[in-house]
């Protein structure tokens, strides 16, 4: 086995479900292990991965990889296979497989993003892209639908503005036609009162 930089074995059984390898240790003697995994039973982690590192001079980090594995490749977890490849997908709610390209936003229309090993490193920003199209679409339409109903409003506002100054027009008139008989009327039924009264006398 040969320990990389990182402390992390490059070869050796890969656990399923974090793609990490699972470094192992032919050196270690039956009683230190049964020493560390009951250590590791007892929650004594910590203790476990030190001991470990103590016993067989592995780096920190792949004693802790050991430890966190139980010293096993864990399986992969439910709903993280791509139905299309097999591939591992990122996490249960993945809705695309880096693996084989495959897109299922929508589920009843999969489909395949590019093949080629860029734009598979890609569909993420391809989704994104059409997303946003999509929402720029919506927008533009609510816009769209928007700026009728402001036109509606205008038209509406225009009409009941007219109707108030026809109606206030009409009440002016109106103002003006009494006070035109009260002028002329008023007087003239002075006269009349006042000629009644003379001849009466
Ligand atoms: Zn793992
Ligand atoms: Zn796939």
């Not at 589920?107 to 993420?124: H, I, W």
């Amino acid at each position: 086995m040969s320990p990389q930089k990182s402390g992390l074995p490059d070869q050796g059984p890969v656990c399923e479900r974090c793609g990490l390898v699972i470094p192992q240790f032919p050196e270690l003697s039956p009683e230190d292990e049964h020493r560390i995994r009951q250590l590791m039973r007892d929650g004594n982690q910590l203790l476990a991965v030190r001991a470990l590192v103590k016993a067989t001079g592995t780096p920190l980090a792949s004693a802790k990889v050991w430890v966190q594995h139980d010293g096993r490749t864990q399986p992969r977890a439910p709903g993280t296979t791509c139905t299309y490849c097999g591939g591992r997908l990122r996490s249960p709610r993945a809705q695309q497989c880096l693996e084989c390209g495959m897109d299922w936003h929508d589920p009843d229309r999969p489909k395949k993003l590019g093949a080629t090993a860029e734009s598979r490193s890609m569909p993420d920003m391809e989704s994104d892209r059409e997303l946003l199209l999509a929402i720029r679409d919506q927008l533009a339409e609510h816009a769209n639908r928007h700026a009728d109903w402001l036109a509606h409003q205008r038209e509406r506002e225009a009409k009941i503005d007219a109707d108030m100054a026809s109606a206030l027009e009409q009440q002016r008139a109106q103002g003006r036609f009494y006070k035109l008989v009260v002028l002329v009327g008023l007087p003239i039924f002075a006269i009349i009162c006042l000629s009644v009264f003379a001849s009466s006398r």
